[in-house]
């Protein structure tokens, strides 16, 4: 689970320096839910996956490796969701865009801070800003929908 204080809201709190591997791999994730369900998602359809690989290279990485296989599930068998929610009609007869499955057909449970559209706002403006001040003003088109 992402650390209770994550808020996304300045370049100093997603810098801190006190987030160890695993509390940095916990933040992502949780960006990346809220980034797909309460901003992406309303604009673009999209999917990805494997950064804890880089997180967590060398011995560790082997050791979370195995203990994951052991305990959970190999990646033919990870796949099955995503394959689910890419291919499958119900996602649009029932309403799950964006929504998080732990098995196909099964959406899974989201913590408090995955299910927050606050922090979810919060995420990509600090998203857009970080990108602004690196690649230039310009470089964002409207995303927004014309009315």
């Known amino acids: 689970m ?12 997603i810098n801190n320096p006190k987030f160890g591997n695993l509390q940095l791999y916990c933040r992502t ?7 797909v369900k309460y901003r992406l998602l309303e604009r673009v359809n999209t999917a990805m996956q494997q ?11 082997k050791l979370l490796t195995t203990t994951m296989l052991t ?27 964006g929504y998080y499955f732990t098995d196909p057909g099964q ?22 800003l970080i990108i602004k ?6 470089v964002l088109f409207d995303w927004r929908p014309k009315v």
């Not at 001040?133 to 310009?138: A, H, I």
């Open 71 to 97: 305990i959970g599930r190999d990646v033919e068998q990870g796949c099955f969701s995503a394959l689910y929610a890419a291919t499958s009609p119900e996602i649009v007869e029932k309403d799950w865009n």
């Open 133 to 138: 001040d690196r690649l230039g003003q310009w």
């Open 51 to 61: 950064q804890w690989k880089e997180a967590f290279p060398g011995p560790l990485g």
């Open 2 to 13: 992402a650390p209770s204080d994550v808020h996304f809201a300045s370049l100093d709190e």
């Open 107 to 128: 959406p899974g449970k989201e913590s408090s801070q995955a299910s927050d559209p606050g922090l979810g706002s919060a995420l990509w403006y600090l998203s857009e």
């Open 29 to 35: 994730k949780l960006a990346i839910i809220l980034g």
